[in-house]
């Protein structure tokens, strides 16, 4: 394990978390206390311990915690996903390393925010928590198609759901900072794997996004006709269950019809619906985050997953 890649991904989720440390070299003397070498295997530990050094004395409110902990059960959701396509051998030699560096990520997002909730995580609940099928509807790992089209709905929901759970996290700057690094990274994981599904950067669709919106753009438009797997994704682009929860073709902000209200600067350039929801991200709230991913809990496990302690 390279000891600086560590470091980088580390710094990547908690930029700040050098100074809690108060030196870069009081980071290697803990990792020092594990010894020279570092595996794969004492990866989690050491990185959770880290965080934990860094974060684990930090307040927190019961909403809070409730936010954090449906994060955290995301973030296992994605993590066991990765991995078992990692396991499943669908990757090209190409796109394996990617895939490896997006399970790693989620890998420090569980580690983050397990060590700010300390006490009050919710256990980590397993591989065998998670029916990826949800319930024989769709058969993610038989290749890599499939794969990419559930991985873009996992992502999408989870970008929704921390922009939801943002403004509970406003009074705790320190974690509001580690939120939103985290939010960015699922962010460009999404965009990443929409290109993918598309065909790459250079295929037609990054603006129009194809017939009937058949190839992805890049980023979020509309309602997405109801999401890669409609049957289980129209419910991720569609309104949540508070009036502060809008759709994702949602056209009005701060009051405001950003289509009605918008002057085109160049005669040829006509503002449509689609690129007016482009420019906004929407929040999703916990309630219909919870019911959107509990299609893929298995069936009778409880395991403390979207239910905070």
Not at 173 to 191: D, T
Not at 202 to 208: E, F, I, Q
Not at 214 to 220: A, Q, T
């Amino acid at each position: 394990m390279n000891v600086f890649k560590l470091l980088t991904n580390f710094a990547r989720v908690a930029p700040d978390a050098y100074g809690r440390f108060s030196s870069r070299r009081r980071v290697f003397r803990y990792l020092g206390t594990a010894g020279r070498a570092i595996t794969h295997a004492a990866l989690p530990s050491l990185l959770s311990g880290l965080f934990q050094k860094a974060y684990g004395q930090t307040a927190l409110s019961g909403e809070a915690i409730t936010v954090l902990n449906l994060a955290l059960s995301l973030e296992y959701l994605e993590l066991y996903y990765y991995r078992a396509g990692l396991n499943a051998g669908i990757f090209s030699a190409a796109d394996l390393a990617a895939f490896e560096a997006i399970r790693d990520d989620e890998q420090g997002h569980v580690a983050a925010l397990r060590a700010i909730l300390d006490t009050a995580a919710i256990p980590d609940p397993g591989a065998t928590a998670f029916d990826y099928t949800a319930g024989g509807q769709v058969q993610p790992f038989a290749n890599v198609t499939s794969f990419l089209a559930l991985a873009q709905a996992f992502k999408d929901l989870g970008v929704r759901a921390y922009k939801g759970g943002l403004t509970t996290l406003l009074s705790n700057k320190a974690v509001l900072r580690v939120a939103l690094n985290i939010h960015s990274v699922e962010a460009r994981h999404a965009a990443h794997i929409r290109t993918l599904r598309r065909g790459g950067v250079g295929v037609a669709g990054a603006d129009g996004g194809g017939p009937s919106d058949s190839l992805p753009k890049s980023w979020v438009s509309l309602r997405e006709s109801n999401g890669s797997l409609p049957i289980l994704t129209a419910a991720i682009y569609g309104p949540g269950t508070v009036a502060a929860s809008p759709a994702e073709d949602n056209l009005v902000q701060a009051r405001v019809n950003v289509l009605v209200n918008s002057t085109s600067p160049s005669p040829n350039l006509v503002l449509t619906a689609a690129a007016a929801s482009e420019a906004f991200d929407e929040p999703l709230d916990t309630q219909q985050v919870r019911t959107i991913a509990r299609q893929f809990v298995a069936a009778g496990n409880s395991q403390g997953l979207f239910i905070t302690k």
